[in-house]
């Protein structure tokens, strides 16, 4: 005899927050420990997710006075970057989220297959509770902030372009952030690039970033999914709270024979005043580079 159909819950919220630090936020462990409980007299002591397609994760849920715990886990069995997670719990159960950006923020649609012991209403409240608390969560965590830069350059968009991205020209004119400044990789979209410099002491550092999406002559976005430290490459964890899913654009517009040049970045709080202070200078070398 077939099983009856299971009865599948859908629940969401609207993330004000973008939607690589709402992935971000919602896979790491760190920040799961923060926010996957109902309420303020539970807790998530531990958790752990290997966030690939049979890859497993699990969360321990316990009363903060230990009146009661248990684990709750399964296995991955879809995972697509920034899109969609479907899973399989341990006791046989579907799940999925979807991620969805809207805007400047992300809409976060989960469904899961229903258990038999607790009714439909007080599993679809007490998930939704789960799924508030991390939108509350999401959103207080300070993310990067946009910061705009636009310079003039007398030169046509196909120069500026091939100045600014060119291997030895991209270290000329980023040369004002720091002497030693190169890329390697490519800027094809979609291909991982890593912005280098050297400090005094020797020691390797930047960005791990990749090419979200780049346009010819017109448009190019780099997306940074980490730091580089002392030539190793870090892309989880504390140290890149600031920086996960920031942006770094650029778009050139033709007029008359020059190049408005426009750059967002995103920065986080610890380095908006030097960005304000070097960008511009760095953007005044590139434009004396272009017209020379």
């Known amino acids: 005899m077939n ?12 993330v004000n927050a973008p939607v690589q630090q709402v992935w971000h936020m919602w896979t ?16 998530c002591p531990r958790a752990e997710n290997d966030l690939q397609a049979g ?7 316990e009363a903060k006075d230990g009146s009661f715990g248990f684990d709750f886990g399964g296995n991955h069995t879809e995972v697509e970057e920034f899109k969609k997670i479907s899973s399989i719990l341990e006791d046989g159960r579907k799940m999925s989220v979807i991620f969805e950006s809207q805007g400047e923020g992300t809409m976060v649609k989960e469904d899961f297959e229903a258990e038999n012991t607790n009714s439909i209403e007080l599993q679809k409240e007490g998930w939704q509770t789960i799924l508030n608390n991390f939108k509350k969560h999401a959103e207080s965590q300070s993310g990067p902030q946009r910061l705009n830069f636009k310079i003039e350059i007398d030169a046509p968009v196909d120069k500026v372009y091939n100045t600014m991205l060119g291997d030895k020209s991209y270290s000329e004119w980023t040369a004002v952030f720091n002497p030693t400044s190169r890329f390697e990789g490519s800027w094809d979209k979609g291909s991982k690039i890593v912005f280098v410099g050297t ?5 390797e550092g930047g960005m791990v970033s990749r090419i979200k999406e780049n346009i010819k002559n ?11 430290n002392n030539g190793e490459e870090i892309t989880s964890g504390p140290e890149i709270e600031g920086w996960a899913g920031a942006l770094e654009n650029y778009t050139y517009e033709a007029k008359n024979g020059k190049t408005l040049l426009t ?16 960008y511009p200078k760095a953007l005044e070398k590139l434009k004396s580079i272009c017209e020379s």
């Open 3 to 14: 099983s009856l159909p299971k009865t599948v819950i859908s629940i969401e919220t609207y």
């Open 28 to 43: 790491a462990p760190e920040h799961i420990t923060q926010w996957n409980f109902a309420s303020e007299d539970w807790q």
């Open 55 to 61: 890859g497993k994760f699990s969360s321990r849920m």
């Open 199 to 203: 400090d005094q002491d020797g020691k």
């Open 218 to 228: 017109q448009f190019v976005s780099i997306e940074h999914l980490g730091i580089l």
């Open 263 to 278: 750059v967002d970045l995103d920065s986080n709080e610890e380095f908006k005043s030097y960005f304000e202070e070097t």
